[in-house]
């Protein structure tokens, strides 16, 4: 698994539940304290080792952590690069939708190695949107799908919009070597509420 992901899931259990929980997910698995380096290569379960153990600490799912991991990418004040990387994708919450397709190649531009799951946006109808994540047997889009429930839901808020976000599990449409795993998402108000404030230029 590549080091950016792990170190992703390290800032987000450290920025939200301390330094002191995030070492004792290490002790636990009798990994050093300093947790992981974003450009080495680790063991491929890695990943879902880390999130297994906090979800047990927590009592909760390890698809709920990573909607919450979704949303932090997007909202968390440490994290505004990202925030700034997906509302390049255009003015409005459906424009978003539509850069979709093209998140796994921009995020390759900047990181050669990192390869994420292919992302394929369907228009179901007015509003209506399914978005396909990878396809049957990738390994990384399992654990994407609900990171990306989390994600999309707090754009929607980022760009005031009122959304309805539901995972479909796989997607049934496709044929089976292509179906990767499924999310619907209605528009009901493309301008439900002010949206944040953004501005294509960093304050100085």
């Not at 796989?170 to 528009?187: E, F, K, N």
């Amino acid at each position: 698994m590549h080091g950016l992901i792990l170190r992703a899931i390290q800032c987000f259990l450290r920025d939200i539940w301390g330094a002191a929980f995030w070492q004792a997910i290490m002790a636990d698995l009798r990994l050093p304290s300093q947790g992981f380096e974003a450009m080495l290569t680790y063991a491929p379960d890695l990943g879902t080792a880390v999130l297994d153990r906090a979800a047990a600490r927590l009592n909760r799912s390890r698809d709920s952590l990573l909607e919450d991991m979704g949303t932090y990418l997007v909202s968390h004040p440490r994290r505004d690069g990202v925030r700034r990387l997906l509302r390049f994708g255009g003015p409005g919450f459906v424009d978003f939708l539509h850069s979709l397709d093209h998140l796994p190649g921009r995020v390759r531009l900047a990181v050669p190695d990192l390869v994420l799951p292919a992302l394929h946006v369907a228009v179901l109808g007015p509003d209506r949107f399914r978005l396909t994540v990878g396809v049957a047997g990738d390994a990384l889009a399992t654990p994407m799908a609900p990171l990306l429930v989390g994600l999309i839901r707090a754009m929607a808020d980022d760009h005031g919009a009122l959304v309805m976000i539901e995972a479909e599990g796989h997607d049934t449409t496709q044929p089976l070597s292509c179906q990767g795993a499924a999310i619907r998402i209605d528009v009901l108000d493309g301008h439900h509420a002010l949206a944040r404030d953004f501005r294509l230029a960093t304050p100085a």
